[in-house]
Nanobody
């Protein structure tokens, strides 16, 4: 059974930073992808970044522009999303997802396994 555990998030002032963490377990083989998405009220869920677990290849959406960085910690088997220079428009529920993805790595429809979501609120 695939399980996804998220942590981090919370309330931060504009210009501040937060780090989200995700641990995925239950995949039989390591050729899966872990991705971060977010969904703001009234908006569609959008992909932020992802990492292929077996070789560490990363992908970012165009809007990230260096503001967010995805990384992995092999000791804890966790993937992190470092978010810097946060703005009020970054306020959203952030989700970690995982699946065997072969093409559209930042399309939420490619993922069947999702975490419960973490609220990130950026105050002005």
């Amino acid at each position: 059974e695939v399980q996804i555990e998220e942590s981090g998030g919370g309330l931060v002032q504009a210009g501040g930073s937060l780090r989200l963490s995700c641990r995925v377990s239950g995949f039989t083989f390591d050729d899966y992808t872990i991705a971060w998405f977010r969904q703001a009220p009234g908006k569609e869920r959008e992909g932020i970044s992802c990492m292929k677990w077996n070789d560490g290849t990363t992908y970012y959406s165009n809007f990230v522009k260096g503001q967010f960085t995805i990384s992995r910690d092999d000791a804890t088997l966790m993937v992190h999303l470092q978010m810097n220079n946060l703005k009020p428009e970054d306020t959203a529920v952030y989700y970690c997802a995982a699946d065997w993805v072969r093409t559209y790595y930042l399309n939420p429809l490619e993922y069947d396994y999702w975490g419960q979501g973490i609220q990130v609120t950026v105050s002005s």
